[in-house]
């Protein structure tokens, strides 16, 4: 299908990480790519007059519960959703049921994606068997299926002996190694950020040592070993600081962030509010003005939306037996646009960076771009006129979010990935 977007404001970050500025044009797409100019009469002509052409976004860690708990989202309706808020690649983690760590599974997951064509799905093995923390997954396996990375996520790689054996043996098959940091011993049976509120409701507190500890020990072995890491969810000063301080030592440690850590602090939890709890925790107003300067200055690379979905009844319960974290798929670019380039706290450019070009570049993918023989991923969006979330709208199968009712700008109107039309 021959496709021109016409009259729009194009983006592009590889341009925009050269100085280029956005210009009013047109993009073209043939064969599942961008072109110069098309063979033929447009099957389609899309007039985006007043709109933003942009690169399709990529999400380097997300949840799709498929296989095995498909109640709460699967492959098919987490890719709408994907779809729907402007993504059209898409990283999910292993922690399925049964976890993805062998090859059979990763086949399973590639194939089902490819039927369902609302965004491209990519694979991430466990580090571990299990994800476990005891002996190494089948890595090897797993890459010639088609993982992109390796992470046992929602859970962290308890020993600093199995982690450098991770990130040696990734390094065999260019695999990125990413981390969930946390030490289970400062972390165990909390519920929420250990602070002020902690206490005022009553509830087991997570330090942020918990997170910052993992994080150090990660950018250590970074540095023994020339290899790189890539800290999952950063959410406290205290890790900003030490990648930052490693960054500058020139270790190869990249880091991301989740729209949640800069809109929200723990006084989101206030009532019990279970739709604000999560993994990391949401943490001080301190540490939401880390993460901002960390997006600022490069600390934190990337934007991931740590999409999670859990059924209404996982949630609608005690806080304490309420499951931890929040859907993001259909926020993300909301609340980025709204938060950080509307207030001016990040270039537009800069903020597509976060979640284009850095991501792809971390998951090894020739993406993230508008350029002429890249894959024809991309978004249309409205970045003038405001939107309030309706979490009843989305497509996902689960409705776990603390930002129903608000009021954004920036919204996706149009995905289309590898030319075809994906949400419209």
């Excluded at 990529?58 to 709460?72: F, N, S, V, W």
């Excluded at 938060?339 to 070009?357: A, D, P, R």
């Amino acid at each position: 299908m021959r496709i021109a977007l016409t009259n729009g404001l194009v983006v592009d970050p590889i341009s925009a990480e050269t100085g280029t500025q956005p210009v009013t044009g047109s993009v073209l797409i043939e064969n599942e790519k961008f072109v110069d100019k098309l063979s033929g009469p447009a099957d389609r002509t899309i007039d985006a007059g007043g709109l933003h052409i942009l690169p399709g976004l990529i999400d380097a860690h997300c949840h799709l519960r498929d296989p095995g708990q498909e109640y709460k989202e699967d492959i098919i309706s987490g890719s709408k959703s994907a779809a729907q808020g402007g993504f059209t690649t898409i990283a999910c983690m292993p922690n399925t049921k049964p976890v993805c760590d062998h090859a059979a599974l990763v086949s399973y997951m590639r194939e089902k994606a490819a039927r369902a064509g609302f965004a491209r799905v990519l694979p991430i093995g466990a580090v571990s068997k299990g994800q476990q923390g005891r002996e190494l997954a089948e890595i090897g396996l797993m890459a010639e299926a088609g993982i992109v990375a390796i992470s046992d996520d929602g859970s962290p790689v308890a020993t600093a002996d199995l982690m450098r054996k991770a990130m040696l043996y990734a390094s065999h098959f260019n695999l990125a190694v990413i981390s969930h940091c946390e030490d289970l011993s400062l972390a165990g049976g909390g519920q929420m950020n250990e602070g002020i509120w902690s206490t005022i409701l009553g509830l087991k507190g997570i330090p942020s040592a918990a997170e910052s500890v993992m994080v150090a020990r990660d950018c250590q072995l970074a540095e023994y070993t020339g290899l790189p890491v890539h800290i999952a969810h950063v959410s406290c000063r205290a890790s900003i600081r030490i990648i930052r301080e490693a960054k500058a030592r020139g270790v190869a440690v990249t880091a991301e962030t989740c729209p949640h850590y800069f809109v929200l602090s723990e006084d989101a939890c206030q009532g019990f509010n279970t739709q604000a709890k999560m993994n990391p925790p949401l943490r001080t107003p301190d540490d939401v003005q880390a993460v901002i300067e960390g997006l600022q200055d490069g600390t934190i690379d990337i934007i991931a939306t740590d999409h999670a979905p859990h059924h209404e009844d996982e949630k609608a319960c005690e806080f304490a037996l309420a499951s931890n974290g929040i859907v993001g798929f259909e926020t993300a670019f909301g609340l980025g646009y709204t938060l950080l380039v509307k207030t001016g706290l990040l270039s537009l450019n800069h903020w597509l960076q976060t979640m284009t070009t850095r991501p792809a570049r971390l998951l090894r993918q020739p993406l993230g771009t508008l350029q002429p023989g890249s894959s024809a991923d991309v978004v249309l969006a409205d970045l003038n006129n405001p939107w309030t979330f309706d979490r009843n709208q989305m497509a996902s199968k689960s409705r776990n979010t603390p930002f129903h009712g608000m009021e954004l700008f920036g919204r996706p109107l149009m995905t289309i990935c590898e030319g075809r039309i994906t949400y419209d």
